[in-house]
């Protein structure tokens, strides 16, 4: 069981690509300078809350993230399809759900609850943990529901720059691997992968998650860009500890993209009531803010960059590629 549970934890590298050690980093394949550090700054949870809303929505606006992902299946999706409605020109993915862990706030699958029964609970609403998600969902189930997660952003006007696995929750069994894989490759939208190098297996194995050939063998397949790590901030005692572990983060980037991902919150009462780790998504949302930081970002010299603008590159390097081949 901690084995299972320790595979939630995959989406923090997602899932990432070869047998053999890339000779060039994700960034210098696509046409970034070579040698440079590459942050796509990125927020989770748009949909869930106004608490969450509200300072992703902000951060967006003023630059100091470059990107985001929402939960269509969320209680304020409706308030976040009517913010990017009116700011089109920012990059917003979809994160595909399938667990809800607060008892404050709960969501429930796209899908009717009888055509999906095996992701939901007595009341209809996804479990709340993702190892219960892993032990009892039916892969055909998982199928239909992402299919009609991603059918509900698009119809409300959302054309997702991404596709992020919320919690992990996805990646916890190679045939659900395959459907958030599958889906990104039949929908030509990125999903938030990595590398899959061995310096990176020997990583999980030495944290006790086995990587299993199948695994390895469904990455190598995936046909869209992927990055070369992904890093949050650790959690702090004090706002102060919370913006020097950032820029630690940052200091310990290696060269290629990078994706730095946060969870920034207003503080309610109800955001204290929905979520355990409350602090340190307010210490979050107060680092977004600090005037320090993008002055640190460009004393450390990082680029910013996005979806968008990396499925951009993408394509240009992918026609270039074919138009030497012919």
């Not at 409706?78 to 994160?95: F, I, M, P, T």
């Not at 600090?290 to 603008?309: G, H, K």
């Amino acid at each position: 069981m901690k084995r299972v549970a320790l595979y939630a934890g995959l989406w923090l590298w997602a899932m990432g690509a070869s047998n053999v050690a890339a000779q060039t980093n994700w960034g210098e394949r696509l046409g970034f300078p070579p040698g440079r550090r590459v942050v796509i700054l990125h927020a989770n949870d748009m949909g869930i809350a106004y608490e969450f809303n509200r300072p992703v929505e902000t951060g967006l606006q003023e630059g100091r993230l470059t990107s985001a992902s929402c939960l269509s299946v969320g209680p304020w999706f409706a308030e976040c399809v009517e913010w990017v409605q009116a700011n089109r020109d920012k990059d917003v993915g979809l994160a595909l759900s399938f667990v809800s862990p607060s008892r404050a706030v709960q969501w429930g699958p796209v899908a009717p609850c009888d055509k999906v029964p095996s992701l939901t609970t007595a009341d209809g609403q996804f479990p709340p943990t993702t190892v219960q998600f892993m032990l009892r969902t039916d892969v055909d189930q998982v199928r239909r529901e992402a299919a009609a997660q991603l059918d509900r952003a698009r119809r409300a006007g959302i054309k997702p720059s991404h596709l992020h696995p919320h919690l992990g929750a996805i990646l916890t069994r190679i045939d659900l691997l395959q459907v958030y894989l599958d889906l990104a490759q039949e929908a030509w939208i990125p999903a938030v992968m990595v590398d899959f190098t061995p310096e990176l297996v020997e990583c999980f194995h030495a944290r006790g998650i086995h990587i299993t050939a199948e695994m390895i063998d469904a990455v190598a397949r995936y046909p869209l860009p992927k990055i070369d790590d992904i890093q949050n901030v650790p959690p702090a005692d004090t706002y102060e500890e919370t913006r020097e572990r950032f820029c630690d983060v940052i200091r310990s980037l290696k060269p290629g993209i990078t994706e730095v991902f946060l969870n920034p919150a207003d503080d309610t009462p109800a955001l204290r009531r929905m979520n355990d780790k409350w602090q340190q998504r307010v210490w979050e949302a107060q680092l977004l803010a600090d005037p320090t930081v993008p002055e640190f970002l460009q004393q450390e010299q990082i680029i910013l960059t996005d979806w968008r603008e990396i499925m951009q590159r993408f394509e240009t390097v992918r026609v270039e590629r074919e138009v030497e081949e012919e």
